[in-house]
Each structure stands twice: as C-alpha cells, then as structure tokens.
C-alpha cells in the first residue's frame, strides 16, 4: 500500500513538473494562459492527465487529491486542507454524474469505538464542506473506518500523520 501512495506521489510530482504548449497557445499569444490562470482562480480542476479518463478515481488523484488530514483528536477543516476540498469541489460540479464516498480514518490511538466516532465526524467535515461549497449532498455517502485501515504502519508521529485523514473515493458514474 505504501508503494502504491508513493507511486501516486511520484506521478503527481511528474505530471506537475512537466508542462505542454498546447495547439491554441502557439496560435494566439496569450489567451491561453489566462484562460489557464482564470480556471486555476476559480479552483477549478487542472487540465486532465494523458490518458487518465475524466471523473474517475484516478482522475482525482492526479489532477485533484484525494485525501485531507487532521490533527490529533481534530476533526475540523484546517485553511491548508480546504484548498484540496476547493479542488474536490469544482471537480464534482465539473463531473456531475459522479457520486462519492468520503472516508474518515483515525490513528491507532484511543479505543475502536472511540476512533470510529471521530472517523464519523472527520468524514462528515469533509462532506459538510463541499456541500457547502456548492456540492449535491446527494452525491456525498460517509463512512468510518475508524483506526481499522491504517496506510502507514507504525507507532510514530509520521504514521499517526498519515493516518489521521478523509479521503475522498469515487463509488459512481466515474469509478
């Protein structure tokens, strides 16, 4: 699991580094660009990725994010992490068949029930808040998975970091 994330991390960080003129830019002299600069101002979703397909969950891996992550015992939306759910946003409204299910994940610390509770709250955050941002609630399912599904194995601030999270997972329409 920890190949696959860092995996994704490594193409996230290609994608991003690389960058094509496309057709139109060369023809005109900047109209391109500022029609890049004013979706990017609108938080909306970066070009898609060659050959990944529109509204699937790769899709929101590469050109979105998946996941946000919480302090200890939090579960509210911190200002670093709304700029992902911004993201999230616009790519539901940019995909309108797609339906999601928010994950809310914990770190191995407290009791199961305890975790599961806090997972609960955490996913619903994440949902509140792209509802909020203009979503369908319709389209947003929750789920807790508690301490249950760690993705970092260990008893050390960088596990619990990494553990602490939402995660967005696309469940229709795009799979």
Not at 55 to 72: A, E, K, S
Not at 105 to 130: I, M, P, Q, W
Request: aromatic share 6%; proline share 3%; charged share 20%.
């Amino acid at each position: 699991m920890r190949m696959k994330i860092l995996s994704v991390l490594a193409a996230v960080a290609l994608v991003g580094g690389c960058e094509t003129a496309s057709e139109e830019s060369g023809k005109s002299s900047s109209s391109g660009s500022t029609a890049l600069k004013l979706a990017h101002t609108a938080n909306a979703p970066a070009p898609a990725s060659v050959g990944v397909k529109a509204g699937t969950q790769q899709d929101l891996v590469v050109n979105v994010g998946d996941r946000i992550f919480f302090g200890y015992d939090k579960f509210t939306v911190v200002p670093e992490q709304a700029t992902t759910l911004n993201k999230q946003a616009a790519w539901m409204k940019a995909n309108p068949s797609v339906t999601v299910t928010v994950e809310g994940h914990c770190d191995e610390r407290g009791t199961r029930e305890y975790n599961l509770a806090l997972g609960e709250r955490r996913a619903n955050s994440v949902k509140d808040f792209l509802v909020a941002a203009g979503v369908n609630p319709e389209r947003i399912k929750t789920i807790s998975y508690g301490k249950e599904r760690p993705v970092a194995l260990g008893s050390n601030d960088t596990a619990w970091k990494q553990n602490r999270r939402g995660v967005t997972k696309v469940t229709g329409a795009g799979s």
